[in-house]
DNA sequence: AGCACGCCGACT
DNA sequence: GTCGGCGTGCTC
């Protein structure tokens, strides 16, 4: 007889991460099983083989046709100890669900193999492929703008490993990037498989089985959750845009693609991993400058841009004529860009129409019965929403507290910037693109109409900074740049620098002249000077000191404790008792807080935290795995809010 | 995840 | 006294 360490996969809660099962034959570690468990029988991963233990134990129901690679084994358990978190979530994570079902598998479409173009390359481009190739490390961080052509150098890196009939893998942030990518691998004459969040459960198990038994090596491309594929024998991850906070998993299991990545590479003897993109995570780069990993530079093709650039100062209001959210020097490059034919695109990284409803007699403001935070008002729905859940409202006619019919709307998001160009351009094509956009609708739908100039005027938030190509394009406007850096939370300036560089990396990618304006309130501050001149350099120095001085990532680790009670004041003083008993028990951490949670009452609960920090990192991870109950809990968070 | 256990408030 | 709410703990 048998005795087997199991976990079963996608359970909660218990000590013991892993319950004994016998079986009559031999199953290796990896192997899939059904188990008897409580009541009913489950999924389960073997994750060992033990002696007969000293209680009665309960059989195997069953072997699946599915495997874990021991490579994907080793990092789910080493996942479980890095980040503090159940081995069953992170199988649960890592496994397609409906595991042994069986599937009816269509004969899918011939994969399309265009033929070869053989690109020549830019001798900076040389540079940073040999660079790569030469090295020895497992790490490497390719740092280069958008238009440097890093995706060259990621084809011609993954050419190499295929030809040595390795796999590789191509993780993006998002999808809509994605086929354009994809296209550049297809030419390769090997297997693209594009893993996307549109796919259906069966078919993601009928995928994972035909990686689990390729025989030739393949190019898979997908979101962070690609980096669980079955592949056997990898040659080459690459985290494009790297410093996307999708990379960043906030649910459970908590982790970041990144740190799996490196591990995922160090788990395949061999294999590199190249971590792309033009604002590297201020963190990233200090662990980069400060072990050996390479950084390789791609400089911008010389002479490729032809932009100007003006900062208009929202504070000196002499620079608005009659118009409230457009400067004088924006309408005016607004209006010339129109008359050209060209295109304009307005960045503003707000939704709705207004960011909340006042009323002028008392002070009334519309909130969300849920979250408790002010609803948006969305003008073309008449409606007003809250951002965070969703919920819907009528707008009302008059004040619900003292039926004054004056109800003031405060700020304004894109579809408010939408109505004015509407107003002011009443014969131009317009388009806003964000996520109250109908999903068909979509940037990567109309991606042709605004490749060919169809769209003159594109407005959007967070979308449209990142890898949009627009060769018509001339005026590029941000409405407000610093909206992002009102956040209190630690990386807010690294946000707004990254959304500011990404922004101004829109314009002039046709070598056309140009115009950028950026109106903001804080002309002076590093995020949107050094954003605006795409200066990361500049930027890393400035924003490394501030780090320091306030102990924070890279100079520290950080773990997020959150709690939550019926009672502000219960969970405040849940907080405060666990501050003490943190200090009382462990030496090497330091203990911030207790504070309420930046959306502090939600739904029927107040949310409390405390953000722990120490120079060892695993101290915080013991502090994590011995929390009481009620207690919730974030490793290396990329904000505190 | 489910499901049982057990400790406190509400009620025939 | 007992019914049942849900917070807590267990499943080999």
């Not at 002696?51 to 874990?68: C, D, N, V």
């Not at 390719?142 to 440097?148: A, E, F, I, N, P």
């Not at 997020?560 to 200090?583: G, N, P, V």
Request: with cysteine.
């Amino acid at each position: 007889m048998h005795y087997l360490l199991i976990c079963p996969v996608g359970v909660i809660g218990g000590q013991s991460d892993s319950l004994t099962y016998h079986y009559d034959v031999a199953c290796p570690t990896g192997t899939v099983v059904k188990i008897p468990f409580g009541k009913k029988t489950v999924t389960g991963v073997v994750v060992d083989t033990v002696a007969k233990p000293g209680f009665t134990t309960k059989a195997i129901a069953g072997i699946l046709s599915e495997t874990l690679t021991p490579e994907l084994l080793q990092l789910a358990i080493w996942m479980s100890e890095y980040y503090a978190s159940r081995l069953s979530l992170v199988l649960q994570a890592m496994l397609p669900r409906g595991l042994g079902t069986e599937r009816r598998i269509k004969n899918d479409a011939p994969a399309l193999n265009k033929k070869t173009k053989n690109l020549t390359l830019s001798s900076d481009q040389q540079k940073a492929l040999n660079a790569i190739r030469k090295s020895k490390d497992i790490t490497h961080l390719l740092h280069g703008v958008t238009g440097s052509g890093k995706t060259t150098v990621y084809r011609e890196l993954a050419k190499d490993n295929l030809s040595a009939a390795q796999s590789v893998l191509i993780l993006v942030p998002e999808i809509a990037l994605t086929p354009q990518l994809a296209g550049e691998f297809a030419g390769l004459g090997y297997e693209v498989t594009v893993l996307h969040s549109g796919l259906t459960e069966a078919q993601r198990h009928i995928l994972w089985q035909k990686i689990l038994v390729a025989k030739k090596p393949l190019i898979i491309i997908g979101p962070r959750s690609a980096l669980f594929s079955p592949l056997k024998n990898i040659g080459l991850i690459v985290v494009d845009e790297c410093h996307e906070p999708s990379y960043q998993q906030d649910s459970q299991p908590k982790y970041s693609a990144l740190r799996v990545a490196r591990k995922l590479a160090e788990l395949h003897p061999g294999s590199k991993l190249v971590l792309g993109s033009a604002t590297p995570l201020l963190t990233d780069y200090f662990i980069a400058q400060s072990t050996n990993t390479k950084i390789v530079q791609l400089p911008a093709p010389i002479a490729s841009r032809n932009t100007k650039i003006e900062l208009v100062d929202l504070r000196e209001r002499e620079d608005f004529g009659s118009h409230p959210l457009f400067s004088k020097p924006l309408l005016a490059a607004m209006k010339q860009t129109i008359l050209n034919g060209k295109q304009v695109l307005l960045f503003h990284n707000r939704r709705g129409t207004a960011r909340m409803s006042l009323c002028t007699h008392c002070g009334w403001v519309a909130e969300c019965p849920n979250c408790h935070l002010p609803m948006r008002l969305h003008h073309d729905a008449g409606e007003l929403r809250c951002h965070v859940c969703g919920h819907k409202d009528r707008l009302p006619q008059l004040c619900p507290e003292c039926k004054n019919p004056d109800i003031d709307f405060k700020g304004f998001g894109s579809k408010r910037i939408e109505q004015e160009v509407k107003r002011l351009f009443p014969q131009v094509s317009v388009a806003r693109f964000d996520s109250d956009t109908p999903a068909k609708q979509q940037l990567h739908h109309r991606y042709d109409e605004l490749k060919d100039n169809k769209i003159k005027v594109i407005i959007g938030t967070q979308g449209i900074a990142k890898g949009l190509d627009l060769p018509h394009l001339d005026t590029v406007g941000i409405v407000q740049a610093d909206s992002e850096l009102f956040i209190p939370d630690y990386s807010s300036s690294e946000r707004s620098f990254q959304l500011t560089a990404q922004v101004i990396g829109r314009a002039g990618r046709g070598g056309q002249a140009s115009t950028v304006i950026i109106q903001t309130f804080n002309p002076d501050h590093p995020a949107i000077r050094y954003g605006v001149t795409e200066d990361y350099k500049a930027f890393y120095k400035y924003e490394v000191k501030e780090r320091e001085a306030e102990h924070m990532p890279p100079f520290t680790y950080l773990l997020q404790l959150t709690t939550s009670y019926a009672s502000s004041a219960t969970a405040e003083k849940a907080a405060t008792d666990l501050k003490r008993t943190l200090k009382n028990t462990y030496e090497d951490v330091s203990v911030r807080g207790p504070s309420p949670a930046f959306h502090e009452h939600r739904g029927r609960s107040f949310y409390w935290q405390l953000v722990v920090s120490s120079h060892k990192r695993s101290a915080l991870v013991e502090v994590a795995k011995n929390l009481p109950s009620r207690w919730q809990f974030m490793l290396d968070p990329i904000n505190l809010l």
